[in-house]
């Protein structure tokens, strides 16, 4: 009875693609997209296999030319400088360097501090490394999220601000204007600088971060991770900050935690392949930190997987140099996915949901307000039931309507249950279908 992951069962993606399969429905739920990464680069992989490249073990560390592609990309990308052979390590994607950053930098009983909602992994980590974790919760900031407002204008504040509580659900409007207006402007979730700093304690060793954010879709601003690192100076802690959707950003815009003053030399940087490439199944990841802080995870590393993805690393690498001479490859990628998150926004929208449209990332989350009316059915309600939340919804979803949305209660240690997470790094027609079969089930 002594697991340390005994809490956590199967995952949720696990949970959820499954009952997708089963009931034939549209999986909205875990963030993958259902179009792969450009030929060229499915061919760089194709030819690497080939010619022998990467179908042995590659290097501990990863092999050289993505090191240093990867090392390429912070400079070009982020004014960074780090050393390929002593501040960068290749992972199995983001996920293994999540695993080797906590449990490297960690001692059983040192406290990790993160925000709720929190990506699950982030958790299990946690728990595998006998730390413990300490959350602060995010709140939406927008006060009236339903309002369309200018797509531009940002709800990005200019300074930490007082938070505000997610303000009470209001009767979702089925008024058809709302069919001809822009969708609601992308808003940003904050945390309160007094509770942060009030988490703080003496065991704690790390702050966990993670911007571009899963699943608000917040961008922190600059202002937001400046409170971050000065708390982060002030107690000697180190960040472990996870930015996998870097390239993601429709709103507002990415800084790498590791670009503020001070705190590269305490900051470990976690991205990967899997978003920035439409190729989540390649699981190429990889971390930067200075040499000491790199040991450790390093060292984790050599006994979680060794090594992993052989000829995927030299695909990586010749990606990374690509899009890095292809001016329009980020933003062209940025630009097809935020009209995808547009076309999802505004369709929910329209079905009369209140949708808290997402900065950047792969999702948006829908307000339930912290239980569905019964008198809804369109919006996958079981008249039967009662008083149930986010979490119930989502589970009826599938056989209500067909469609499949990650409950965000399973991000939460908190208990909110309010919020259903819809991925839109699907196809238009597939999205549009998604949204017929919610409307069909009104
Ligand atoms: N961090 C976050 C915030 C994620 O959403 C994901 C899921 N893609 C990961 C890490 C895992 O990334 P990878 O697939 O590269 O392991
Ligand atoms: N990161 C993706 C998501 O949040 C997939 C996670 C997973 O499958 N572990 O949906």
Redesign the pocket.
């Known amino acids: 009875d002594a697991g340390r992951l005994d809490e956590f069962g199967t995952?949720i993606?696990?949970e959820m693609s499954a009952k997708a399969l089963v009931t034939g429905s549209i999986n909205l739920?875990?963030?993958?997209p259902d179009t792969d990464g450009p030929v060229w680069l499915l061919e760089a992989a194709a030819d690497a296999i080939r010619s022998g490249l990467g179908n042995q073990y590659p290097p501990g560390i990863g092999i050289p030319e993505l090191r240093q592609a990867v090392a390429e990309h912070q400079r070009a990308t982020y004014g960074l400088d780090p050393d390929p052979d002593t501040e960068i390590l290749i992972t199995v994607g983001a996920?293994e360097a999540i695993a080797a950053a906590v449990l490297g930098l960690t001692r059983p009983g040192d406290e990790v501090l993160t925000f709720e909602p929190y990506?699950?992994?982030y958790a299990a980590c946690i728990a595998l490394a006998g730390a413990r974790r300490r959350v602060v919760q995010l709140r939406p900031q927008l006060s009236e999220p339903t309002e369309p407002t200018e797509p531009t204008q940002l709800s990005e504040p200019t300074e930490p601000t007082e938070p505000t509580e997610p303000t009470e659900p209001t009767e979702p409007s089925h008024q058809s204007h709302q069919s001809h207006q822009s969708p609601p402007s992308a808003t940003h979730w904050g945390f309160d600088p007094d509770e942060l700093r009030a988490a703080v304690t003496a065991e704690t060793r790390l702050i966990l971060l993670n911007s571009p954010h899963?699943?608000t879709g917040t961008v922190f601003s600059r202002d937001e991770l400046q409170f971050v690192a000065d708390l982060a100076r002030e107690h000697d802690l180190i960040v472990v900050t996870d930015e996998v959707y870097e390239h993601l950003v429709y709103e507002g815009a990415h800084v790498p935690m590791a670009s503020l003053p001070g705190m590269a030399e305490r900051t470990v940087t976690i991205s990967s392949a899997g978003k920035t490439f439409s190729v989540?199944g390649w699981k190429v990841g990889w971390v930067s930190a200075p040499p000491a802080l790199l040991a450790k995870i390093r060292a984790v590393k050599q006994f979680l997987t060794y090594v992993g993805s052989g000829p995927f690393q030299y695909a990586v690498a010749t990606g990374l140099r690509r899009a890095q001479q292809d001016r329009a490859f980020y933003p062209d990628l940025a630009g097809t996915l935020r009209s995808q998150r547009d076309l999802l926004v505004a369709g929910l929208s329209e079905l009369g949901f209140r949708v808290l449209s997402p900065q950047a990332s792969?999702?948006a989350l829908v307000d339930l307000g912290g239980s569905v009316d019964p008198g809804h059915p369109a919006r996958g309600g079981d008249p039967q039931s009662r008083g149930t939340g986010a979490a119930d919804w989502c589970r009826a979803l599938p056989e209500s309507s067909g469609v499949v949305a990650?409950p965000a209660r399973v991000f939460y240690d908190s208990e909110v249950d309010r919020y259903a997470r819809f991925?839109f790094c699907k196809k238009p027609e597939v999205l549009t279908e998604a949204l017929s079969r919610l409307r069909r089930s009104r």
């Open positions: 995952t993606f696990a739920g875990q963030g993958f996920t990506y699950d992994s899963n699943p989540t792969y999702f990650i991925a």
